[in-house]
Structure formats: C-alpha cells, structure tokens
C-alpha cells in the first residue's frame, strides 16, 4: 500500500515536501509517478522518478519548481515543491509501477496511495 502525506496550508512562494511510504513491499523496483487533481480539474501527471537509474521528468507546470527523490532505505519516495502558488492547490497522489518507466501517464501505474491535501493560499 502506498501512502502520500506531508501536505498542509502553506502560504504563496512557499515550500512543502510530501512524502510517499510504501507498506507491505519495497519501492526498489518501482518507478513512482506523482499526480494531483483539484476541484472540479482533470488529474494531472505531476512527476515521476525512475526505479532503474533515478531519473525524472516533471510537467511543465512544475519544471524548475518541483523536485522528485528517493530514498531505498527509507523506502519512501519524496516531491520538493518550492515557489508554490494559489494554482498548485489540489489532492497530490503518489503511483507505482512495477519495473516501469517513469512517465507522468496515470494509466500506466496501477498502485494507487490515499492523497493528501495541499492548499496554497494566503
């Protein structure tokens, strides 16, 4: 089971850092995707990190702002969100993909954790 959390009320230009933890099964051979979806929007593909080398990609949306880790021994998977605005408000979800690329495409992750709440707001 995968679980986001570390979400909160932060004020605009400010930072957050939401973890995903997995329970029942390492994380070293799954690429992470992290998605969000606020009210009334489509999910959207935030970021992933990949299993195999650590790379990442992130969404134009994010790019320059977000930041994708992992750390195996903690067999936790990390999103750095800095310079955060009133838009990047939403539900955040982490995703697994057995073996898989990392990819910002829901469809292709099929463990889905509980999201946690980001609010962006002054």
């Known amino acids: 089971q995968l679980q986001a959390s570390g979400g909160g009320l932060v004020q605009p230009g400010g930072s957050l850092r939401l973890s995903c933890a997995a329970s029942g099964f390492t994380l070293d051979y799954y690429s992470i995707g992290w998605f969000r979806q606020a009210p009334g929007k489509e999910r959207e593909g935030v970021s992933c990190?990949?299993?195999?080398?650590?790379?990442?990609q992130s969404s134009d949306s994010v790019k320059g702002r977000f930041t994708t880790s992992r750390d195996n021994a903690k067999n936790t998977v990390y999103l750095q969100m800095n310079s955060l605005t009133p838009e990047d408000t939403a539900v955040y979800y982490c995703a697994g993909d057995y073996i898989g690329r990392c990819t910002v495409v829901a469809d292709r992750y099929d463990h889905w954790g509980q999201g946690t709440q980001v609010t962006v707001s002054s």
């Open positions: 990190i990949s299993f195999s080398d650590g790379s990442t």
